[in-house]
């Protein structure tokens, strides 16, 4: 997704009058997890001072327990959730019945896409944004992976085309010092 695709789909998040997905999806944006992972998160497998989210094995696709570093941003939107977040429930995303998280978003999402002017972008392309936007900025491919709970360094391998641009612009800083 490209910056002004971003703008908009963020521009759609903040009108949308079902904040608690849009909040969802805020989460999904700034971690790179799986929406699955964002979903069935609870407030205990958070630590807001120490910035980390420990997801649990049992909610990971690798089936390994993740220790997640999270963005001021990241910190900011749990902040406030937490402020405005039900005491009687565990879960970040409370679904319709008691102790289930939001089983499904498609309704919202589709809304979501149609208003900020997205085609053929689907929930889990915000995991491959997150990716993207990092690589793309000269974050290594090894530091993305690791945040993306990659434990195949191939997996990660599909962004490598995107570190090209940073690697460029830092060969011209020293290529336009010696004109041939």
């Not at 937490?82 to 919202?108: H, M, N, Q, T």
């Not at 993305?144 to 434990?151: E, K």
């Not at 962004?159 to 830092?170: E, Q, S, T």
Request: with cysteine.
């Amino acid at each position: 997704m490209s910056d002004d695709e971003l703008t908009r789909l963020l521009a759609a998040l903040d009108e949308h009058p079902n904040q608690i997905a849009s909040n969802a999806i805020r989460l999904q944006l700034l971690t790179g997890a799986r929406i699955g992972e964002v979903l069935s998160a609870r407030w205990e497998e958070f630590d807001l001072d120490r910035g980390v989210w420990t997801k649990p094995s049992h909610h990971t696709k690798q089936k390994r327990t993740e220790h997640l570093p999270l963005s001021a941003s990241a910190l900011e939107l749990l902040r406030g959730m937490c402020d405005g977040a039900e005491d009687s429930s565990a879960l970040l995303f409370p679904g319709r019945k008691p102790d289930k998280p939001i089983a499904d978003l498609k309704r919202f999402w589709k809304s979501i896409t149609a208003s900020a002017e997205l085609e053929d972008y689907r929930i889990h392309d915000n995991r491959h944004t997150h990716a993207s936007h990092l690589v793309s900025s000269g974050m290594s491919l090894a530091i993305v992976g690791r945040l993306l709970g990659h434990t195949n360094p191939m997996t990660t391998q599909r962004y490598a085309h995107l570190a090209d641009d940073p690697l460029r612009a830092a060969a011209e800083v020293f290529g336009k010092k010696i004109s041939v």
